[in-house]
């Protein structure tokens, strides 16, 4: 089947550490992913994307990682900030040779000062 | 400010209403989508327009109708809608059409229908 969903749907962190934030996807013709961020009464806002023929890439204080063995993405946030609260999801472009995206659900992220 | 811009931000609108959202993008872009978020639901593509041409419809409901006049405007007609069509409907903007090309979305438009 075709699916994009988020491990945990709320994750509190303490203001410093690094979060982690996971998503499975069930399509193997998966072929790019990214990572949006969402805050209040704002659209997504694009943060990072990966190639399926990578499996790390990095952003300024964030880091996704493709596990395609067992298809699993992953944001990891460097120092998270109270900026950082917001609802993350990921996103799959399916490769159909249309435009076929699927969207997860999302994690709201919590930052404890 | 994302270069995006969506009025209204927020209608309440009856079943019978004829209503339109409307979009306007500030950043040269030639590609425009309409999403629907609703809640405790993931992100729903419904359609894409590139260079003012309708290329995808994610078999949404006849109620809604796009309309693209040219590359930095985009409308969605509503008629006749359900109550289950309350969401948020989020437009964003593409330089071009693909899905390795990213997308700016405005603020939304927070739809309630009665």
């Known amino acids: 089947g075709e699916s994009v969903g988020l491990h945990l749907p709320t994750l509190s962190v303490q203001e410093g550490d690094n979060s982690i934030i996971n998503c499975a996807y069930s399509?193997?013709?998966?072929?790019?992913f990214i990572w949006y961020k969402q805050e209040s009464g704002k659209g997504p806002q694009f943060i990072i994307d990966i190639r399926s023929n990578m499996d790390k890439r990095q952003g300024q204080r964030v880091t996704v990682l493709l596990n395609k063995t067992v298809k699993h993405l992953s944001l990891q946030i460097a120092a998270t900030q109270p900026g950082d609260s917001a609802v993350y999801f990921c996103a799959e472009n399916i490769n159909t040779g249309g435009f076929k995206t699927i969207f997860g659900a999302g994690t709201r992220l919590f930052v404890k000062a | 400010e994302t270069g995006v811009t969506q009025t209204p931000r927020h209608l309440v609108m009856g079943m019978t209403n004829k209503k339109s959202l409307k979009c306007e993008q500030h950043l040269g872009h030639n590609a425009m989508y309409w999403y629907k978020q609703s809640a405790k639901k993931p992100l729903e593509l419904m359609f894409v327009?590139?260079?003012?041409?309708?290329?995808e419809n994610n078999s949404v409901p006849s109620r809604f109708s796009p309309e693209c006049p040219n590359s930095s405007h985009l409308f969605l007609h509503l008629h006749t809608l359900q109550p289950e069509d309350s969401a948020l409907y989020l437009c964003?903007?593409?330089?071009?059409?693909?899905?390795?090309?990213?997308?700016?979305f405005g603020p939304g438009t927070r739809l309630l229908v009665l």
């Open positions: 327009y590139n260079f003012k041409e309708q290329t």
């Open positions: 964003a903007s593409s330089p071009k059409k693909g899905p390795s090309e990213t997308q700016y």
């Open positions: 399509n193997s013709a998966s072929d790019y």
